[in-house]
């Protein structure tokens, strides 16, 4: 029996971009935001506030950055 030949990863065509609209940019900021809000009041001794915001930021935001 032959080998078999291995699926080489198709090359970027040109043209082809990840597209990030200006939502994408302001939901990546909030996530930004509300991460480093989290950690700071988490360095304070928050025990509270500060994994709210920083779920928020891991489990929603970011995601929808990347999603929408």
Same mark, same amino acid.
């Given at each position: 029996?032959?080998?078999?030949?291995?699926? !080489?990863?198709?090359?970027?065509?040109?043209?082809?971009?990840?597209?990030?609209?200006?939502?994408?940019?302001?939901?990546?900021?909030? !996530?930004?935001?509300?991460?480093?809000?989290?950690?700071?009041?988490?360095?304070?001794?928050?025990?509270?506030?500060?994994?709210?915001?920083?779920?928020?930021?891991?489990?929603?935001?970011?995601?929808?950055?990347?999603?929408?």
């Amino acid at each position: 029996m032959p080998p078999r030949k291995k699926n !080489a990863p198709s090359a970027p065509q040109p043209g082809v971009s990840l597209r990030f609209s200006r939502v994408n940019l302001i939901l990546g900021g909030a !996530a930004l935001v509300a991460l480093t809000l989290g950690y700071v009041l988490l360095a304070n001794g928050s025990i509270t506030a500060a994994p709210i915001l920083l779920v928020l930021g891991y489990v929603v935001l970011v995601p929808l950055a990347l999603i929408l």
